[in-house]
């Protein structure tokens, strides 16, 4: 029997300064396209290119949605249930 729901989504999480980043946005169509790519990475965490860097961390990843003008440097949890975002650029 096939599911009724879509994909399950990872939770939307973010660092103290994306969250100040976040305070900063008033236009109406940059908090749409920050949602619509927040949407895009949550239901596929993986989307992202892997950031070179050390293994001491979590995997920093990155999503940039050229139609949208979006940028998201983001973590993702060991089950894959929660996305942190750590910066944002609209």
Known sequence: ????HGPRRAR????DSATK????ITSEA???ALDRALVVVSVNP?????IPGGTAGPQL?????EVEHVRLLYW?????TIVVVAFIEV
Do not use: K, N, W
């Open 1 to 4: 029997m096939p599911t009724p």
């Open 12 to 15: 939307i999480a973010f660092s």
């Open 21 to 24: 980043q976040l305070d900063t």
């Open 30 to 32: 940059e908090l749409h």
């Open 46 to 50: 993986d989307i992202g290119e892997p």
């Open 61 to 65: 990843r990155e999503y940039a949605d």
């Open 76 to 80: 993702v949890s060991a089950l894959g």
